[in-house]
């Protein structure tokens, strides 16, 4: 390392390098990668548990087309068209 003298630390300037960040903790342990608990996040929410929801999110909406499709089949059999008197008409 080079060596400063005394006067040339107050023309010193601290300067920033690299970007910012912060660390959400998940949970700290008291060992290295095991032991007692010590914290816990309750607001964390893994990302497996975010897709999982967003898939039964998209599975639910298949359903409710499934679904309504069966009600307007259902609907047009207790329903149907009487004949049509001028249908031939034009033939």
Known sequence: MDKVDK???HK???VEVGPRFCLNPIKIFGGSFS???LYENPYY???NQIRALEKRKKAGK????VKAKG???MHEMENT????EF?????
């Open 7 to 9: 006067g040339g630390l």
């Open 12 to 14: 010193m300037t601290l």
């Open 35 to 37: 032991g007692p608990t």
């Open 45 to 47: 929410v893994s990302p």
């Open 62 to 65: 298949y359903a409710k087309k």
């Open 71 to 73: 009600r307007r089949k």
């Open 81 to 84: 068209l009487e004949p049509d």
């Open 87 to 91: 249908a031939g008409l034009w033939k």
